[in-house]
Every structure is written in structure tokens, then in C-alpha cells.
Nanobody, 124 residues
Framework: QVQLVESGGGLVQAGVSLRLSCAGSGFNFRSYGMGWFRQAPGKERELVATINWSGFNKFEIDSVKGRFTISRDNDENTVYLQINSLKPEDTAVYYC?????????????????WGQGTQVTVSS
């Protein structure tokens, strides 16, 4: 069955960097777009970044552009989210998700499988 397992979160101080990883299994990883979402306490889940099947096309939301970078390694069945210059407002549970097709997708309903999430907490 399809599994997505995130790792790399933690409790960090503002200004440092983290790299989140998401290992996919149970499907042809290189055929699907992938996305990273986050959900802060009391807020809706929001898209952070998304990437197409090849990794050549990607999208990051304006509020993280320049600090967050999504990438993927299809040989390792893994998608990454590099987060630089972390801010307290980045505190959230970060989820990776598999898109329904090979391109990138913007809406949660366009993703059919989700990981369990990894907590990122940024102290000031």
C-alpha cells in the first residue's frame, strides 16, 4: 500500500535551517507530483510547495519563497523541503502528500495520500 513517511522536524531556534524528508513507497514515485503542506494550531492546512514528477517544475508560496526549496530524488523515492532562516511563524506540523497526477497541484483535494506529519517548532 502507499506509504509516505516524513522525517527531519524538531525544536529549533529561529534563524537555523532544517531539511525535511518524505520517503514514498507502494507506488511508482517518479510518476507523480508531490507536495508539502503545513498546519499550524488553529489554522487550516496550507500548501507550502509542490513539485512535478521530474522535479523540473516547482512552486512555492510567496510567503516562503526564497527560504523554502522543494526538491526530489526519484532514485531514492524521496521528496525534500529545505527550510532556511526559520521563523517562529513557521511552527506547524508539516505533511507531504502524493498528487493525483504527474504535475504539481495546489489544493489538498488534489492529493490522494498523506504522510503522518512531522512537527517543526521554532523558538524565538
Amino acid at each position: 500500500q502507499v506509504q509516505l513517511v516524513e522525517s527531519g522536524g524538531g525544536l529549533v531556534q529561529a534563524g537555523v535551517s532544517l531539511r525535511l524528508s518524505c520517503a514514498g513507497s507502494g507506488f511508482n514515485f517518479r510518476s507523480y507530483g508531490m507536495g508539502w503542506f503545513r498546519q499550524a494550531p488553529g489554522k487550516e492546512r496550507e500548501l507550502v510547495a509542490t513539485i512535478n514528477w521530474s522535479g523540473f517544475n516547482k512552486f512555492e508560496i510567496d510567503s516562503v519563497k526564497g527560504r523554502f526549496t522543494i526538491s526530489r530524488d526519484n532514485d531514492e523515492n524521496t521528496v525534500y523541503l529545505q527550510i532556511n532562516s526559520l521563523k517562529p511563524e513557521d511552527t506547524a506540523v508539516y505533511y507531504c502528500a502524493k498528487a493525483e497526477g504527474d504535475g504539481f497541484r495546489y489544493l489538498p483535494r488534489e492529493y490522494d495520500y498523506w504522510g503522518q506529519g512531522t512537527q517543526v517548532t521554532v523558538s524565538s
